[in-house]
């Protein structure tokens, strides 16, 4: 018996078994939650959305009268994560202290492993969760409840893939602490118990597709083979591709080799591989020339920055754009739009029709700047170059320091998330500046240089000075800047009274230590002096 066949067996054993839950409550999934802690287990709740995964666990946490000093601990820890607390850290910091949580990609780093590690040490009993929690965490759920098997998809509600069902089912009962567990699957209606079982407990997983039939995966790849020099011909490369899983379930080698081949062409094109003897494909594999294939110098980097290449063929061509202008772009929305037009920035916010005009308007304002051609609004691409749009202004807002609350407000991001976007739009003008830099654009890289510190940091150009201070982030910079302290040499100049007002006592004096200033007792009294060096 497959280990497949075995956990198909118990999950048809689980779903004959029956569980008596009282229902003090109409709403089935609050039924479970309540019995859950009833028992002293706890439970992973799967919902199909942040949304839906923050409101379920509010309704358990209503209806719980719980509290401890670990959870009003854990509470405040999670409320004051974020220098200024968002909607959403309050929402979650009121479910923590009843011992309830959701969980999502929009949480910050801090708060997700908060959140796990107080799961594990079962203070946390019922986390409400998105899918993504399914992958790759191992924790104590006696039970895992799937309450959203629809999604809604291009064709509308459709039934979620069995894989993964299996995948977030399999959270429950982990044999590092329990000898069992149990999945159970929410029905909507009496109706959809059948095709539940059918579905799910009885259906067969769906077949695993190689992902190098994608042509970003696949021309990431040839690249990277390339400029290693793990293969030097096109020859090597039909071969090295032969044997992969995706030939096997391809089959058609002809044109398989010929989908290389025009990949290959648009890498040559984009100038990124230099090909030498002329070869015309699949077909003279057994001829005399083997098509020698090499990276050029930007080829590399790119495979070096992990970027798709026609990202990096989309950043050159902005960047010489760039060039052209008299003094270069020194606005940073422009290269926003560039870094947000990019694969590697997809999930992209979402446009819808009342954010167009507002798009439109951020548009005109920097027409004759843009360092791309905006697609018509009768094109196929045009809805997906607005989401680019939307993504480009919330990382600008960020860059002109609006803060989190105002940037869930706004864009309805949530703080993780905003993080991410962060980390990927860093990572891409990076990637930029880099390939600006191969290609002797000196000021396009210095603006990029530029615009990568201000996103990291969320902050203005004239803030930097003040950020080379260790404890010093956007939000005290400011507050110094707007007390007319605006460089080292200010800070060294101000006297501690005035820091502290602005900073507190222990961060001015840690400050004043940076900048070879510390405190000496003088009969009791506190002053400043230099440090001997």
Request: proline share 3%; net charge neutral.
């Amino acid at each position: 018996m497959t280990a497949a066949d075995s956990s198909k067996m118990t999950a048809i054993k689980m779903a004959s078994a029956k569980i008596h839950i009282s229902q003090p409550t109409p709403d089935g999934t609050l039924n479970i939650a309540l019995d859950t802690m009833r028992i002293g287990k706890q439970a992973l709740i799967f919902v199909g959305t942040k949304p839906g995964a923050e409101k379920t666990a509010e309704e358990i946490a209503k209806k719980l009268n719980t509290s401890s000093p670990e959870l009003d601990e854990l509470s405040l820890y999670i409320l004051h994560a974020l220098t200024q607390p968002t909607k959403q850290c309050e929402r979650l910091a009121r479910c923590v202290k009843k011992g309830i949580s959701f969980h999502h990609s929009g949480l910050t780093h801090k708060q997700r492993t908060a959140i796990e590690d107080a799961f594990r040490k079962g203070t946390i009993k019922i986390i409400c969760c998105t899918p993504t929690l399914a992958a790759g965490l191992d924790l104590p759920a006696y039970r895992a409840v799937i309450r959203d098997l629809k999604r809604y998809g291009n064709e509308g509600m459709q039934w979620i893939p069995v894989l993964e069902y299996l995948q977030m089912s399999g959270r429950a009962g982990r044999p590092k602490y329990d000898t069992e567990g149990q999945a159970i699957a929410v029905a909507a209606a009496e109706t959809d118990k059948k095709r539940i079982y059918e579905r799910y407990v009885l259906g067969e997983p769906e077949d695993i597709y190689s992902k190098l039939a994608a042509e970003p995966a696949l021309r990431t790849y040839i690249l990277s083979l390339v400029a290693t020099r793990f293969v030097t011909t096109r020859k090597e490369i039909f071969s090295f591709f032969s044997k992969t899983f995706w030939a096997h379930q391809y089959r058609d080698m002809k044109q398989l080799n010929a989908t290389i081949t025009r990949i290959i062409g648009q890498l040559e094109s984009w100038g990124l591989i230099a090909a030498k003897d002329d070869f015309s494909g699949a077909d003279e594999l057994g001829g005399d020339s083997e098509g020698k294939v090499s990276a050029t110098i930007t080829g590399k980097r790119a495979a070096e920055l992990y970027i798709d290449p026609l990202t990096a063929h989309h950043m050159i061509t902005c960047a010489r754009n760039a060039s052209r202008h008299a003094e270069g772009v020194k606005d940073a929305f422009p290269f926003l739009l560039m870094a947000s037009t990019s694969l590697e920035m997809r999930p992209l916010l979402r446009a819808n029709s009342k954010d167009y005009e507002t798009i439109s308007e951020v548009l005109v304002e920097n027409e004759g700047r843009l360092l791309q051609q905006e697609p018509s609004i009768y094109e196929e691409d045009y809805d997906e170059f607005m989401n680019s749009a939307k993504t480009a202004m919330f990382l600008h807002e960020w860059a002109e320091e609006k803060s989190e609350a105002q940037l869930l407000e706004k864009y309805n991001i949530r703080p993780g998330e905003v993080h991410a976007k962060l980390q990927t739009a860093e990572w891409l003008l990076y990637s930029a500046r880099e390939l600006s830099k191969l290609l002797s654009l000196k000021s396009v890289a210095l603006e990029l240089t530029k615009l990568s510190f201000r996103v990291k940091y969320g902050v203005k150009e004239e803030l930097f000075a003040l950020l080379k201070l260790k404890g010093i982030g956007r939000a005290r910079a400011r507050r110094l800047y707007s007390n007319k302290i605006t460089d080292i040499g200010d800070v060294k100049k101000a006297d501690m009274a005035t820091l502290s007002q602005i900073l507190g006592p222990k961060v001015a004096e840690d400050i004043k230590k940076q900048v070879g200033q510390g405190l000496k007792e003088d009969k009791g009294q506190l002053s400043l002096t230099e440090n001997d060096e």
